[in-house]
């Protein structure tokens, strides 16, 4: 007899990750006026989201047919900038992974690497005692995102 433990059953959690990260989206880029009003859900923020939203095409069938009417404009997809975060110190130099799963940021001393998602801090990277006060000259990934190298200057 089997125990709970013991049975594994494949779970593909693709479409989860994929929906959540489009709620976060949506969420992210519309919050101002879905907190101001909730039924701008339906009366803006699910016509100026993206055709290629999950969001979009799971709930845009509930748009009232009162509501305004978007004629151009609506963009494809998600642009890249849809949040920011701060800093302590400057950020002198920033990149993508070539993957789109990470983005770096060099301040003096250190690199944060954060989810381009939630912003959330992923690893910080300090360099050796003598380097602890210099400026990242350039910051790169390996084209699998996997390995990360960076210079300093003085």
Not at 110 to 128: E, F, N, Q, W
Request: one cysteine or more.
């Amino acid at each position: 007899m089997l125990t709970k433990d013991q049975i594994q059953i494949p779970v593909d959690v693709r479409p989860l990750l994929e929906i959540s990260g489009d709620c976060l989206r949506f969420v992210t880029e519309f919050f101002e006026v879905i907190s101001q009003s909730g039924p701008h859900i339906y009366h803006s923020a699910l016509q100026l989201s993206p055709h290629s939203s999950l969001v979009r095409e799971l709930y845009g069938k509930h748009i009232p047919s009162s509501a305004l009417r978007v004629v151009t404009g609506i963009p494809a997809s998600w642009d890249s900038c849809t949040a920011s975060a701060g800093a302590a110190t400057k950020v002198h130099r920033a990149v993508w992974s070539s993957c789109g799963q990470l983005v770096a940021a060099g301040l003096v001393g250190r690199i944060d690497v954060r989810d381009p998602i939630t912003l959330g801090v992923v690893s910080i990277l300090k360099p050796s005692n003598d380097l602890t006060e210099h400026i990242p000259e350039s910051l790169g990934f390996s084209p699998d995102g996997r390995l990360f190298a960076c210079s300093y200057r003085g």
